[in-house]
């Protein structure tokens, strides 16, 4: 293990390193659920077509504003926003981290369960029935297995990162392509089948009318913020690892546009394969609906009919190993990169990596627990945290305005020959759209609480899914980022 300064050896580990922060559960788990959850009895295309414009508006300029603040900063999240938005914004940084800290803890336990689920369809059965199929998820609950599924996730994450950029690029140059292969080809084995091409069609098909809803356009707003890794941190940590060389907007653009293409093939193996198993003697809209369940944890469609489905198809068996494969890899992909993230500003604070990083896998272990042994915690602190990450978004977007984003575009985005020149287009994103849409989402989430998850308990810090319980726990993070800021400044100033 070693503190030196390392960068990564080649343009592939780079991309590879950055499509595994992007690419995680939210691609395979989450996107095809939303899809169907905002699609019509018609289809699901304009959702995906809102969707590619949230690309565009939010996460690409993100995602550029990342790499530019960690090639810029050449540190972890709190040393280079320190950098670029100056010392007494560092408080910004370390809010950053803390979400997507916290957000590890939970990030886990779901990891483990898509271990579980990967060595489950290796030594048995696939069930037959939503009642087999329930089984498997209440035996999983109802004994320690998401506790040592958790500690095996977060071990291994952390055997990863266990030499920094130079172990990091090792293990994700195997796992991002093998994941590509099996999303590629678990894509193309669920369109041979009969039927598939009902849902591949379902999938791609518009109606228009759609994108008059504003919930259409908030849903695909909030997937990219949830899906693509921008704004929480994580490519900026790992852009600190960029060599001189490196292109800035083109890799930021290819992280962008590869993470929506898993997803998008993602969705296609799901769609193809619920509609071909499901399709017969079920209308669209009844097919729609099983699709859209969601389940404790939002579980019902991945973990309760997806193995069915498998189970009813020819090769169902060999797929359904390829499926969890393929999430397990997503997931363990990202949860490095949190682990980086928190071992990394915890290196920058002056603590040497040997002991940072055993810190961060035991805290990590410990905090990730409670999420572990109950998912109605789990719950609520991805219902907290992932809606944290609309705030954690717009601190990046603030920390690019405080150093200017035209002389950050100048002095980082502008210096690589060859590279995408962005303009002051870019400019004007990371300065007004963003944060824009970091409101009308945080606003949008807050509403929701009160009138649909909330209603009558609101106000209670205790309900899980409360506005109260939002910013209960974001104002204590906020507070202890604030209090280490002055704490850090005063001890520099003596």
Not at 12 to 27: C, D, E, I, K
């Amino acid at each position: 293990m070693t503190d030196r300064p390392a960068r990564f050896t080649s343009r592939f580990a780079l991309l590879a390193s950055m499509l595994g922060v992007a690419v995680g559960t939210g691609n395979i788990w989450r996107f095809p659920r939303i899809a169907a959850q905002n699609g019509s009895d018609t289809g699901t295309g304009a959702f995906l077509v809102a969707w590619v414009i949230c690309l565009l508006t939010w996460s690409i300029p993100l995602i550029v504003a990342e790499y530019a603040v960690g090639r810029a900063g050449r540190g972890g999240v709190v040393g280079s926003v320190a950098a670029v938005a100056g010392e007494r914004w560092s408080w910004l940084g370390g809010f950053v981290a803390l979400v997507a800290t916290a957000i590890m803890f939970y990030y886990s336990v779901v990891a483990g369960w898509c271990l579980y689920y990967l060595l489950h369809t290796l030594t048995t059965s696939l069930p037959t029935s939503t009642d087999q199929a329930q089984a498997v998820w209440d035996t999983l609950q109802g004994g320690s297995a998401p506790i040592v599924c958790h500690l095996v996730a977060i071990t291994l994450c952390a055997l990863a990162a266990w030499r920094g950029v130079h172990s990091i690029q090792r293990v994700n140059q195997v796992l991002i392509p093998t994941l590509l292969l099996i999303v590629v080809g678990s894509a193309i084995w669920a369109l041979t089948l009969p039927g598939a091409s009902r849902g591949a069609g379902f999938l791609f098909t518009p109606e228009w009318t759609m994108l008059g809803r504003p919930k259409v356009w908030l849903e695909a707003l909030t997937q990219n913020a949830w899906d693509t890794g921008a704004g929480w941190g994580l490519i900026l940590t790992y852009a600190a690892y960029m060599r001189r060389q490196d292109f800035v907007v083109k890799n930021a653009v290819a992280t962008g546009v590869g993470n929506n293409l898993v997803s998008l093939l993602a969705a296609l193996m799901v769609f193809s394969t619920v509609f071909a198993v499901l399709g017969t003697g079920r209308s669209q809209a009844q097919v729609l609906e099983i699709m859209q369940e969601s389940g404790p944890a939002s579980t019902g469609l991945t973990f309760i009919w997806m193995p069915q489905l498998f189970a009813r198809m020819p090769g169902g068996s060999a797929l359904a190993v390829l499926f969890f494969l393929g999430l397990s890899f997503a997931a363990l992909s990202s949860l490095i990169s949190m682990v980086e993230l928190s071992t990394r500003v915890l290196s920058d604070a002056g603590l040497p990596r040997r002991r940072a990083l055993p810190l961060v896998l035991g805290v990590g272990f410990a905090l990730g627990v409670p999420s572990a042994l109950d998912v109605d915690v789990l719950s609520n602190q991805d219902f907290v945290w992932g809606v944290g990450l609309m705030i954690s978004g717009a601190f990046v977007a603030w920390a690019v305005r405080r150093h200017g984003a035209a002389r950050l575009r100048h002095d980082v985005l502008e210096r690589v020959d060859d590279d995408w020149r962005v303009g002051r287009v870019w400019d004007i994103a990371i300065r007004w759209l963003v944060p824009a849409q970091a409101i009308l989402l945080l606003g949008w989430w807050m509403y929701l609480s009160v009138t649909a998850y909330a209603p009558d308990t609101w106000f209670d810090p205790l309900d899980p899914y409360s506005v109260a319980t939002c910013f209960a726990q974001w104002g204590l993070g906020l507070a202890a980022c604030l209090l280490v800021e002055r704490w850090h400044r005063r001890r520099r100033e003596s």
